[in-house]
């Protein structure tokens, strides 16, 4: 969920692992001397709507038109990426949305156990949704995100509504702080998790590190590392942007960047944004006029992508990002939807469906793309506050042939 930030929202097929935290009953504090991970689980969409084109497009256009405040429509969509946090002392679990487009982190109030730990501010967390508001009270509560990585005195908003979040519990709030202004009534702007972790001396640095694996592989999981990068999850050095200036993507994880398909350029270096909630890769929809022309995709009704042949996927050719003078390719295989799980979004078994999809406005809006889960499960992506840029890597799965 998210404050005019893009989120996914996916149900979870059997046949996908679920990795969770495990509880302790009396957590510990760290040490901020090594980096901190935690497990997430990937989910996949079984009774929610299945045109996350639309309804990824509809949150752009809700942020490109509110200039970065507010106002993103929760929806069901086709993939999502959860972990189970413990909040309270003892801990209670909650299954909650990792989310980098949004920064607030809240528990619905029918799921919020209270311990002597729970203290109500007495201020009132309200943030509006494309949907309507989620609105309750302010409470600040422990923090267990692994047995020994625990946060004192977090902000948690503990929300009266679901806006349809059916099979979660909240969302964890991983985006720049400055999305969190005006949210709460007594406070100007709320520390977020991973403000806190630094805050608090539980990692030296306030970084997060962000793997993937692609839902049609083998793995099928995520991991959060705060405080650096996994070093094992890449094949390749970090490199680095600053967060851009252009407006409304500097509210955000955003960054510059341009895009090739082969060596055609279809958008020039534009602003855009990084987010773990959105599914697809969408661009201005200029670009992806180009994009449509160059591969011959053509517009298919019941899952609102583009439909390609047996033929013409032999001829696609490679996207190519360039983020700071460094080349990101897309290969031909990771530019389509798992063909596995055609059914979730209302696609036939053997189509072949593009993951590439429109804004649905020209370029030059100050958010012209985003980068959303079919990008970061290609490449090792790393948030860091501390410097204000965004970095990525390769990794195992950045030229795989799951799909």
Known sequence: MVPSRSLSYLLALPALAFFSLSASALPHPRTASSPATLKLAVRINS??????????????????????????????????????????????????LVDTGSSNTWIEAKAYEKTATSHDTGGIFSVAYGSGDVVGEEY???????????????????????????????????????LTQGTVSNTYEVATVTDNLYKQGRISSEVLGVF???????????ELTFGSYDASKITGDVSYVPITST???????????????????????????????????????????????ATGGTFDEATDLLKISSDQY???????????????????????????????????????YLIVSSTGSS?????????????????????????S?????TTEYTYATTN
């Open 47 to 96: 009774y929610g709507i299945k045109n996350i084109a639309a309804a990824d497009r509809a949150r752009i256009q809700a942020r490109q038109a509110n200039g970065g405040s507010s106002s993103i429509s929760v929806t069901n969509n086709v993939m999502l990426y959860t972990a189970d946090i413990g909040v309270g002392s003892p801990p209670t679990y909650y299954t909650v």
């Open 140 to 178: 600040t509560d422990t923090v267990t995100l692994n047995s020994d990585l625990v946060i004192d005195n977090q902000s948690i908003g503990v929300a009266s509504g679901s806006l349809g979040m059916e099979g979660l519990d909240g969302i964890l709030g991983l985006g720049p702080a400055d």
């Open 212 to 222: 993937f694996a692609p839902a049609s592989s083998d793995d099928s999981s995520g």
């Open 247 to 293: 407006s409304p993507a500097n509210g955000y994880w955003g960054i510059n960047q341009s895009i090739s398909y082969g060596s055609t350029l279809i958008l020039d270096e534009t602003a855009g944004i990084v987010d773990t909630g959105t599914t697809l890769i969408y661009i201005a929809s200029d670009a992806f006029d180009k994009y449509q022309s």
């Open 314 to 352: 032999d001829q696609l050719s490679s996207l190519y990002f360039t983020i700071g003078g460094v080349a990101y390719e897309l290969t031909p295989n990771a530019q389509i939807w798992p063909r596995s799980l055609n059914s979730a979004i209302g696609g036939t078994s053997d189509g072949i």
């Open 363 to 387: 370029s030059g809006s100050g958010n012209d793309f985003t980068n959303g889960y079919c990008f970061l499960e290609r490449f090792y992506s790393v948030f860091d506050t501390t410097n």
């Open 389 to 393: 840029q965004v970095g990525f890597a």
